[in-house]
């Protein structure tokens, strides 16, 4: 039998949060090895899961953000450092210094702001220098790192490579939000809500409609065909719990204090 559905965007991060705390390597490295949880709005819902915590500020946790009609970032000075676990504990130490002792086994956990159907995925830079992504590939592409990026579908585009194509900070001229560069990135391991769903329950998902209003911008639809009463049972609920998650409701910075601003001004 086949059961629809539709998620809001936290439904689906907190769906694809509980998925990656849940993938094998995930846990071999939470008790054996290392784990970075990259600042980003599903990144925080990996980490209060993996972390069984309640974050009651998430803009401390969130670098760049689309918000308020544009592509901005959030205020710097509010900014708390990425998470830094090393056999399931949380470290205070700098992000970067801990990435440069990975090896493999250990765990990268980044999200994007785009994925592609050929498995790429993208991730818009405000930083000069590449910013966390930028700061770290080379480490984890040479090391074998794996990563891992937790996204929903709601971001899906028709090439994560030509997109890179056309992007950078040095390219923008005038324009409404803040100048990006955007790297695409191949050979991560995607977990979105498809995913999801078979690490969770073992169902085969498909996309069949996005989009929605009155608070469901962003949506997805998937369709899953289940294989007894006791897995509908079980989808039914988690879809039930996972749809009362509250929106993230993340301001970005304040136009009056942006040191470059566009055309989008706080009037």
Not at 24 to 36: D, L, M, R, S, T
Not at 72 to 98: H, M, N, Q, Y
Not at 132 to 158: C, H
């Amino acid at each position: 039998m086949i059961n629809t559905f539709a998620l809001h965007p936290a439904a689906s991060k907190n769906l694809i949060a509980r998925a990656v705390c849940q993938l094998p390597e995930v846990k071999w490295a939470w008790g054996n090895g290392k784990i970075f949880i990259g600042h980003g709005s599903t990144n925080v819902a990996v980490a209060q899961e993996l972390l069984n915590l309640k974050i009651e500020h998430p803009e401390q946790y969130i670098s760049g953000v689309i918000s308020q009609r544009v592509a901005c970032a959030t205020e710097p000075r509010g900014r708390s450092k990425p998470w830094c676990i090393d056999k399931g504990r949380v470290l205070d130490v700098d992000w970067i210094d801990f990435v440069n002792t990975f090896k493999a086994g250990d765990i990268f956990i980044k999200g994007a702001n785009a994925i592609d159907p050929a498995g790429n995925a993208g991730i818009l830079l405000g930083d000069l220098q590449g910013g966390t992504i930028g700061k770290s590939i080379g480490i984890l592409k040479a090391r074998g790192v794996q990563i891992i990026v937790p996204v929903g579908l709601e971001k899906m585009i028709l090439s994560c490579p030509v997109a890179e194509k056309v992007m950078g900070i040095e390219k923008s001229a005038r324009l409404l939000g803040m100048k990006t560069g955007y790297i695409s990135v191949s050979n991560a391991t995607i977990i979105s809500e498809i995913e999801s769903l078979k690490i969770l329950l073992d169902l085969d998902a498909i996309q069949i409609a996005a989009g929605g209003v009155g608070g469901m911008e962003g949506a997805v639809v998937l369709a899953v065909n289940y294989k007894d009463e006791a897995t509908e049972q079980e989808l039914i609920k988690l879809i039930k719990g996972l749809s009362r998650k509250p929106r993230l409701n993340i301001k970005r910075k304040s136009c009056r204090d942006c040191e470059a601003p566009c055309a989008m001004l706080d009037n």
